[in-house]
């Protein structure tokens, strides 16, 4: 009798331990007081139970239970439970929240201008905030849904592009153009190899030749030569105006027609001299070995 009163005793731990257990992995303690209340909401967007609720990002209650209104037709009642510490204002409202991976939560807007707070067992004013997901599904969706028709046209045409042999043929051409790039990329990797540096060396040396050059340029005296080439043109003036003045004999020579005239007529006369003593030689050149010869 003993042994069967302890087996039981250990099946009613057992049973106690595991429905504490339970409702500990809901969130839910047991052994601590709380306060039940009621949302109404006229859509849930799928919200669960042991859903946790939260005030000011802090949570402070789970959701025990979701019933629809039957008397209350297109409201549903949701009864969740709070901690007994957490005063509810009156005129505060429950939000659901859509989150990005569809799970829905429950954010208490607390109304902390009002002194009154609201009973246990009363209800709370609910609204649905459907989020990015819900606007994603208004807006987004029916774009999609006018864009459907122009992407089956497009893919049509794609397809019609791709089934084309005039695509294959310029893609072989495109090979034919890449591997035309890669022996060129060649032919200048081999330039920059041997040319480049030979060009280089060549600018350098005349980069240091100009250098020797300027270098020599800089110890000429440029004034002094000017200078002289000045006094040079000044002499050259000169003389051009001695040849111009008649008030010299270089400028008489130049200048006097007569004396050209003489000079033109002397040479006239000795010409003809000339050609005279070429024809006539005997007539000014007189000699005999053996004497004077009578006339």
């Not at 959701?63 to 039957?70: G, L, M, S």
């Not at 009642?77 to 989150?99: C, F, H, R, W």
């Not at 893919?155 to 495109?174: C, E, I, R, W």
């Amino acid at each position: 009798m003993k042994k069967e009163f302890t087996i039981g005793i250990a099946a009613i731990a057992a049973l106690v331990i595991l429905f504490v257990g339970i409702n500990y992995l809901k969130g839910i303690n047991l052994f601590k007081a709380e306060s039940y209340y009621y949302v109404d909401y006229t859509e849930v967007n799928g919200l669960a139970l042991s859903s946790p609720v939260y005030a000011n990002g802090f949570k402070v209650g789970l959701v025990r239970d979701i019933q629809y209104n039957h008397n209350n037709p297109g409201h549903i009642t949701v009864g969740i439970e709070m901690d007994e510490n957490i005063k509810i204002p009156a005129g505060s409202k429950a939000e659901l929240i859509t989150e990005m991976l569809g799970t829905v939560k429950m954010n208490l807007i607390m109304n902390y201008g009002e002194s009154k707070t609201v009973t246990p067992g009363d209800t709370i004013e609910g609204y649905a905030n459907n989020g990015i997901m819900a606007k994603a599904e208004q807006e987004l969706l029916p774009q999609i849904e006018k864009l459907m028709p122009k992407l089956d046209s497009i893919l049509t045409s794609l397809n019609t592009v791709l089934s084309d042999p005039a695509l294959g043929n310029t893609l072989k051409n495109a090979e034919k153009i890449t591997a035309s790039l890669s022996q060129t990329s060649n032919h200048l990797e081999k330039l920059m190899g041997n040319d480049i540096p030979k060009l280089t060396n060549n600018v350098t040396t005349i980069t240091e030749d100009l250098k020797v050059i300027s270098d020599n340029l800089k110890g000429i005296d440029y004034a002094g030569t000017f200078n002289k080439i000045d006094e040079t043109l000044k002499n050259v003036y000169a003389l051009t105006d001695k040849l111009n003045n008649k008030d010299n004999t270089i400028g008489l020579l130049f200048n006097d027609p007569e004396l050209y005239n003489n000079l033109n007529a002397t040479s006239a006369n000795a010409a003809s001299l000339l050609k005279d003593l070429q024809e006539h030689p005997k007539r000014y050149v007189h000699f005999s070995l053996f004497g004077k010869k009578d006339k």
